[in-house]
């Protein structure tokens, strides 16, 4: 265990103004401008995750930098620059791609696009991936500011990434600094340092056990095919649908439409055969991805297109998704495709098949759930 003390004091301007505010509240102006944090806590014994908590002023981040060193605070993105070329040169693509997903940043179009086009949450889950690249058992990573410039759905869902990356990060040890008490059980931490009470608690043998009580609740409805520009962007094929016929369902929090999924019909209908849908053009806006929520979403829309009668079919390059849909019971593999080079399927074909992404690997996979069996 270890005693910290933290003083901040604040220089008061004596000018007439500031002397009449004072004066006005018979204010101890030295009184008000000193703060004191004192703590006692245990920062030895291994941990995974801790959380530094209080109202701004408080002494969080001199706390920190006292305890980690001022290098630990340090921002070190560059706005410039893609996040997954700001990784270590010695990381192989699959390294950067695992890191990026592990803490929720599953769009790969917020990847490749310079960091100053990304959201404040995208932002703060790409600095979380950086800095958890160079973790190491003796320097916690140390992040300020958790979840001060989102929404505090989006807070909660990005806390909740985090913890499990923190759990599944062998040797790695975080630290997040936030001003935010909503996020303290969406992140279900090993200790917890509270500047307003000044407390110090231990949660180390408490976390595993611990059952969250709030939820967040989402809604799938049938939305017009239109609302799809509000999410092709994330997307990894083109920013238009499929031609033919096309379902389309929208993923909802509240009154905000969040997520998209689309299903299409790539085959003319045979006689005698139930007419077949591709799921696809699944898309859950980043700020929400690392719930679950993807995998949710097409095992609960495909129940429903079986139920109006469509045999429901699905094809994907992802290798995560595809990884997530093994692990479905209501869907069965059909196997794996590898598209390599150009054929020459004649004049007719031409303009379609020039269409077809080239060298990609592809998973089939067909619903074989009931609408009352959606998972």
Not at 145 to 170: F, G, I, L, N, P
Request: hydrophobic residues 35%.
């Amino acid at each position: 265990m270890q005693t910290c003390h933290v003083r901040l004091e604040s220089p008061v301007a004596a000018s007439f103004r500031c002397v009449r505010a004072a004066d006005s509240l018979d204010i101890d102006v030295k009184k008000k401008s000193v703060h004191e944090l004192r703590v006692t806590l245990d920062l030895e014994t291994p941990y995974q995750l801790g959380v530094i908590v209080g109202a701004s002023g408080s002494g969080k981040t001199t706390l920190a930098r006292q305890l980690f060193g001022d290098a630990a605070l340090v921002t070190i993105l560059d706005d410039t620059r893609p996040v997954i070329d700001q990784f270590p040169e010695s990381w192989d693509y699959d390294r950067c791609a695992a890191a990026l997903s592990g803490i929720g940043l599953t769009s790969v179009p917020c990847w490749i696009r310079p960091l100053y086009t990304l959201s404040n949450g995208q932002r703060a889950r790409a600095e979380a991936a950086l800095k958890l690249a160079g973790a190491n058992s003796k320097t916690p990573v140390v992040i300020d500011e958790w979840t001060s410039v989102v929404d505090r759905t989006v807070a909660k869902v990005m806390s909740h990434c985090v913890q499990k990356y923190a759990r599944r990060s062998e040797g790695a040890r975080i630290v997040l600094l936030s001003c935010h008490y909503d996020v303290l059980d969406w992140l279900n931490p090993d200790w917890v340092i509270d500047c307003n009470r000044q407390e110090y608690t231990d949660r180390r043998g408490l976390w595993r056990g611990f059952t969250r009580t709030e939820h967040l609740r989402f809604d799938i409805a049938p939305v017009d095919r239109r609302t799809w520009a509000m999410f092709s962007k994330y997307h990894y094929l083109s920013d238009r649908l499929p031609a033919g016929l096309c379902v389309t369902f929208g993923v909802f929090h509240g009154a905000d439409q969040i997520g998209f999924q689309c299903f299409a019909e790539y085959t003319p209908q045979r006689t005698g055969h139930r007419r077949v849908l591709h799921s696809n053009r699944t898309v859950i806006h980043p700020d929400y991805a690392g719930l679950g929520l993807g995998i949710r979403v097409i095992n609960l829309t495909s129940g429903e297109m079986v139920r109006r009668g469509y045999r429901v079919m699905a094809k994907f390059s992802s290798a995560p998704v595809y990884r997530a849909m093994r692990n479905q019971r209501v869907w069965r593999y059909l196997g794996t495709d590898r598209k390599i080079g150009r054929t020459n399927y004649g004049a007719r074909l031409l303009r379609t098949k020039d269409s077809f992404r080239e060298n990609v690997t592809t998973y089939r996979f067909e619903y074989v759930g009931t609408p009352e069996q959606p998972e």
